[in-house]
């Protein structure tokens, strides 16, 4: 093998390795998904079989809990969103400096650019599951007041 070919090769690796990683976040993030939404069909059930002289006041704190519920699984369901376009950008950015001997020094830039693009959108997936975090304890405040 030549050495410009193991270059190339050692180079395009350093993508693929945030392909991992980035897989890795989008399985922690999709299985925390299945359970918010579990918990949403469970608040829904009880809100329903809600009865007696405490159903009112349950309803409305299950009501509110699951509009806090809805937030939360559309601020996580961006954040996949994000780590899918992240990936795209890791795997483009491997292609693109495996390609690089071929397609001339540009494309070096052009790769830089797209692996950039991929770490902001690993940084907004970040920002969007602490926000969702966040929300989890408003949700976690109104199981608690509605012990009071």
């Given at each position: 093998m030549e050495a410009a070919t193991a270059d190339v090769i050692s180079t395009a690796v350093a993508?693929?390795?945030?392909?991992s990683a980035g897989g890795l976040l989008f399985i922690g993030i999709q299985t925390k998904n299945l359970h918010l939404a579990d918990?949403?069909?469970d608040l829904t059930r009880?809100?329903?079989a809600?009865?007696?002289s405490d159903g009112a006041v349950r309803r409305e704190a299950i009501r509110a809990q699951i509009?806090?519920?809805e937030k939360r699984l559309r601020t996580s369901q961006h954040a996949l969103e994000s780590i899918y376009l992240a990936i795209f950008c890791f795997v483009a950015t491997a292609m693109l400096?495996?390609?690089?001997?071929w397609l001339g020094r540009a494309t070096?830039?052009?790769?830089?650019?797209?692996?950039?693009?991929?770490?902001v959108?690993?940084?907004a997936a970040i920002v969007l599951e602490f926000l969702e975090m966040r929300a989890g304890l408003e949700t976690v405040a109104i199981e608690l007041r509605s012990l009071k």
């Open positions: 993508p693929i390795v945030m392909v918990r949403i069909r009880e809100y329903r809600a009865g007696g509009a806090l519920f400096l495996a390609a690089a001997p070096m830039v052009g790769a830089g650019v797209v692996f950039t693009a991929g770490i959108l690993v940084l």
